[in-house]
């Protein structure tokens, strides 16, 4: 249990150094949000005193809950005239869903578009760009071996500062981005998708799966490598055959170099030339004769041989499961069938390519199954057929599906079925959540409101509701970040957790209601939502207060969470105070935010000025306007129905 003074700790803490208009709420709204999302879904059912089936509104707002991020204004009555099962098999299709408003959007993201090859040409690396203008920037040593730390004179410094502005100068004469934009134009697609898209069910599926299969942006050559990942391996086969998901990246650049597979070879490997090519490539760093010689004969050393991780990941995380019934030797063997899966210029074109000379061609033997000699690449496709297969990948992936559906508790019952599904389709995804949302288990009353919003589905179901238009995306993406979900960043490959455990704790939840409160009082920079279209303020705050419960939660609000939102309601407490400082990164090569709103490139509203107005956490020149009382008091009801344990479920 989460205990009062845990809260009002988090309070304290979250006070010093910035101020958010979330601490001027009462604290029984976090009290009551804290203990609602960790109560158990059937004590929480008991205490609304649930039907135990759901009404025909409850079954629309369910849908558009979990096949998507939340209904907008009009789509309860759209899916209403619409009917449920149409709606729900055209999402099952959605090469049939026109989405050309969404395309229209994301035409300002020029990377997603892009070969890999050239987007190492348009977002290169700085430090390869100052080596190449002959510049040092702060950290890279200088021929004396040097660095920064070593270096800190007043002249040094000075260098350093010139250095950086004939790099910036460079890069906007020739037209380049720093790899950081590539991040934030992954971040503002997934964004724009969700809030957006009128293919709700592949925008949810393409989450899952990039998660599923996660890799971590930051390590190395993923910077340039994660696009490729998501627009080519994931997005194309989100609802196709799981065997081509799997295989799609199993020869993802991305995965291979995340999971270190890209090295992965024979220990009898023949390097034919290459110490030639090793003398080139430190004669290419400046390097002279001796250096060079050394160089050479550390890399000549270097210990090469099969490497297991992307093996072991493939069976634990993407296919068998942890107790998948595999052995250390399977993963051995995998592993042996997987050398020669590598990158062709890994740091250039980005491509994947089999290398006969790495691969291992002896005989092997994975789950029972002979793999012959001489098969080459053949042998990691027999591999993934194998994996693909297996009662017990049907077994793991269903779980995750129904999981992801329902509850963090899955139904027994409803996983058997989708395994058995499974099986007799070879791994159709499509007829697995046909299946699902067919179920009775799906649309059990023990399954409405049972599963916590992830950060991502929080904010996009938040701007979903209101109608909220965005510009740039950057303060959206950071608010995520903050309440626990930064985008592409998670470093482990399990990918986050799909429980709740993963997001309820105090500091998030604060953060979750500093979130709505931002968005409802339009002081969220890059989103404006229109509160007086919503909620015509007549001077009635209960009517407002109504309103806010009708638009947000359909009028589906529990008896103590209305209690709560009343005794807000007499408080009357307002809102005002800033949203306090946003916390600088150490990157100072981040991107200008491009606008986002369809046909309008350039940059976004107020973020040309100054290094805070290019991290985008600088908006000087778009200061909300002062709000009126009334607009103040519709925008402090909204934010508190926003912070409701309702509103927080999906």
């Known amino acids: 249990m989460i205990r009062q003074s845990m809260i009002t700790g988090a309070f304290k803490s979250a006070g010093r150094g910035r101020r958010f208009a979330v601490g001027l709420l009462s604290?029984?709204?976090?009290?009551?949000?804290?203990l609602s999302a960790t109560r158990p879904v059937a004590a929480d059912a008991r205490a609304k005193k649930s039907p135990g089936k759901l009404s025909g509104d409850q079954k629309i707002i369910h849908v558009l809950n979990r096949l998507g991020y939340g209904p907008r204004p009009g789509d309860l009555e759209r899916v209403r005239r619409m009917g449920l099962d149409k709606y729900i098999d055209q999402q099952l299709h959605p090469d049939r869903i026109d989405d050309s408003a969404l395309q229209a959007r994301l035409s300002n993201l020029p990377s997603l578009r892009m070969t890999v090859a050239d987007i190492y040409d348009k977002y290169p690396a700085p430090q390869m760009v100052a080596r190449d203008l002959g510049l040092r920037l702060p950290g890279q040593a200088n021929q004396q071996g040097q660095t920064d730390s070593q270096e800190e004179t007043p002249e040094a410094m000075r260098e350093q500062r010139e250095a950086r502005q004939k790099l910036f100068a460079h890069y906007r004469e020739k037209g380049l981005r720093p790899p950081n934009s590539l991040l934030?134009?992954?971040?503002?697609?997934?964004?724009?998708?969700?809030?957006y898209s009128e293919r709700q069910l592949q925008e949810v599926m393409a989450d899952f799966w990039y998660n599923h299969f996660n890799i971590f942006w930051g390590k190395g050559a993923d910077r340039w490598l994660t696009t490729d990942f998501e627009m080519n391996a994931i997005r194309p086969n989100t609802m196709g055959k799981f065997k081509d998901l799997l295989l799609a990246t199993a020869k993802s650049p991305a995965?291979?170099?995340?999971l270190d597979n890209f090295q992965s070879a024979s220990p009898d490997m023949q390097m034919p030339g290459r110490q030639n090519g090793l003398r080139r490539r430190a004669l290419r760093r400046g390097q002279g004769d001796e250096q060079r010689a050394q160089v050479a004969n550390q890399l000549l050393n270097r210990k090469r041989g099969i490497n297991e991780n992307y093996a072991r990941e493939l069976m634990e995380l993407h296919t068998l499961g942890v107790d998948g019934g595999y052995t250390q030797r399977d993963v051995q063997e995998v592993a042996r069938c997987l050398t020669g899966w590598t990158i062709e210029q890994p740091r250039q074109s980005g491509k994947f390519i089999f290398r006969p000379r790495m691969h291992d061609n002896g005989e092997k033997v994975v789950l029972g199954h002979k793999i012959p000699s001489g098969g080459g690449q053949k042998d990691g496709e027999m591999v993934i057929d194998i994996l693909s297969r297996h009662p017990n990948t049907a077994k793991f992936i269903s779980t995750k599906l129904v999981r992801r559906f329902?509850?963090?508790?899955?139904?027994?019952?409803?996983?058997?079925?989708?395994a058995s599904v499974y099986m007799k389709t070879d791994g159709d995804i499509r007829e697995m959540l046909k299946t699902i949302f067919a179920s009775q288990e799906f649309f059990a009353a023990d399954s409405y409101r049972a599963k916590i919003?992830?950060?991502?589905?929080?904010?996009?179901?938040?701007?979903r509701a209101l109608g909220g238009d965005l510009s740039g995306t950057q303060q959206t993406a950071q608010f995520i970040a903050k309440m626990g979900q930064p985008l592409y960043l998670y470093q482990?490959?399990?990918?986050?957790?799909?429980?709740?455990?993963?997001?309820?704790n105090t500091g998030a939840l604060l953060e979750r209601l500093n979130f709505g409160i931002a968005l409802s009082s339009n002081r969220l920079r890059g989103a404006s939502?229109?509160?007086?279209?919503?909620?015509?303020?007549s001077g009635d705050s209960p009517k407002a207060l109504d309103r806010a419960v009708a638009v947000l939660l359909n009028g589906d609000v529990s008896s103590e969470t209305r209690a709560i939102l009343d005794r807000q309601l007499k408080e009357g407490v307002p809102v005002k105070g800033e949203l306090g400082e946003a916390e600088e990164t150490d990157d100072s090569m981040m991107g200008e935010e491009t606008s986002l709103r369809p046909g309008k490139a350039?940059?976004?509203?107020?973020?040309?000025?100054?290094?805070?107005?290019?991290?985008?956490?600088l908006d000087a020149a778009s200061k909300p306007a002062a709000m009126s009382a009334a607009e103040q008091e519709v925008a402090r009801l909204f934010g508190l129905v926003l912070g409701s344990p309702e509103f927080q479920r999906r």
């Open 492 to 504: 482990p490959p399990t990918g986050y957790p799909d429980k709740a455990e993963q997001w309820v």
């Open 453 to 463: 919003k992830s950060p991502l589905e929080l904010a996009a179901s938040a701007m």
């Open 27 to 34: 604290l029984a709204v976090v009290a009551s949000l804290a």
């Open 602 to 617: 350039g940059k976004a509203r107020g973020q040309g000025q100054g290094r805070l107005a290019r991290l985008g956490l």
């Open 529 to 537: 939502v229109d509160m007086m279209r919503i909620a015509p303020s």
């Open 406 to 418: 329902t509850s963090d508790a899955p139904p027994t019952s409803l996983v058997d079925r989708v």
């Open 255 to 258: 995965m291979l170099f995340y």
């Open 184 to 195: 934030q134009e992954l971040q503002s697609q997934k964004i724009l998708r969700a809030v």
